[in-house]
C-alpha cells in the first residue's frame, strides 16, 4: 500500500496562475481533508469530504476549489494563485467506521511569487 | 469552536531526561484527542489517540498522554528522551460527528546531547 499519495512535492507559482495539487488514497477510506501548514500556525483546515461527491469547507477555503469524483481522488485547486497562499499543503484520509484519526500525505511545498 | 493550546512553543530538554509537551482543548461535551509528530521535512505521523474509556493513552516510541476531563487537559509525556525525538509534536481534537480535526500550534522538541 502507499497510503497518502501527492503531487507535486515542489511547486513554484507566479501570482494569478492556476494550479491543482494532486491527491490519491489507495486504502478505501471514504474521508479526505486538505489543511495548509503555515509556520507558527500549526495546521489549518481547507476542505474536507465525506465521500464521492460529497465535499464541505474548513476553517480556510477562500482561494480554493475541491471535488470528489471517485473514492481515491481529492484534487485541491487554486484558481488564481497569492502570495498568501505560500504554504505546505498535507492531504489525509481516514477510515468511516470511527475516528480513528488521519493518515497523512507527505506534502506539497508550494510557493507563490 | 473547538480550540486547542499548546502551552510551550519550545521545549529544550537533554537525552534521558524525562518530557511532558503540555495541551489544552476548549471544553465540548464528546471529543477525539490526538497527538502527532512531524520529522522535518515530513508529513505528520499519529503518535497516540484517545477515544474513550481508559484515560491513559500510551503510543509509539514510548510515548504517553493522559486525558483529564476536568482539566481540558491530554498532556504529552516520555519518561527518558532519545535524540531522535528531535521534532515538531502537534495536539489535534475533533468534537464527535465532525471532521473538522482543529490542531494546536506545535511544539517543537529539542534534545541535546
Known amino acids: 500500500n502507499a497510503g497518502v499519495t501527492q503531487t507535486p512535492k515542489f511547486q513554484v507559482l507566479k501570482t494569478g496562475q492556476s494550479m491543482t495539487l494532486q491527491c490519491a488514497q489507495d486504502?478505501?477510506?471514504?474521508?479526505m481533508s486538505w489543511y495548509r501548514q503555515d509556520p507558527g500556525m500549526g495546521l489549518r483546515l481547507i476542505h474536507y469530504s465525506v465521500g464521492a461527491g460529497i465535499t464541505d469547507q474548513g476553517e480556510v477555503p477562500n482561494g480554493y476549489n475541491v471535488s470528489r469524483s471517485t473514492t481515491e481522488d481529492f484534487p485541491l485547486r487554486l484558481l488564481s494563485a497569492a502570495p498568501s497562499q505560500t504554504s505546505v499543503y498535507f492531504c489525509?484520509?481516514?477510515?468511516?467506521?470511527?475516528?480513528?484519526?488521519?493518515?497523512f500525505g507527505s506534502g506539497t511545498r508550494l510557493t507563490v511569487v | 469552536a473547538q480550540s486547542v493550546t499548546q502551552l510551550d512553543s519550545q521545549v529544550p530538554v537533554f537525552e534521558e531526561a524525562p518530557v511532558e509537551l503540555r495541551c489544552n482543548y476548549s471544553s465540548s461535551v464528546s471529543v477525539y484527542l490526538f497527538w502527532y509528530v512531524q520529522y522535518p521535512n515530513q508529513g505528520l505521523q499519529l503518535l497516540l489517540k484517545y477515544l474513550s474509556g481508559s484515560t491513559l493513552v500510551k503510543g509509539i516510541n514510548g510515548f504517553e498522554a493522559e486525558f483529564n476531563k476536568s482539566q481540558t487537559s491530554f498532556h504529552l509525556r516520555k519518561p527518558s528522551v532519545h535524540i531522535s525525538d528531535t521534532a515538531e509534536y502537534f495536539c489535534?481534537?475533533?468534537?464527535?460527528?465532525?471532521?473538522?480535526?482543529?490542531f494546536g500550534k506545535g511544539t517543537k522538541l529539542t534534545v541535546n546531547p
Open positions: 489535534a481534537v475533533v468534537q464527535g460527528g465532525s471532521e473538522k480535526l482543529v
Open positions: 486504502m478505501n477510506h471514504e474521508y
Open positions: 489525509a484520509s481516514r477510515e468511516g467506521d470511527r475516528f480513528y484519526g488521519y493518515t
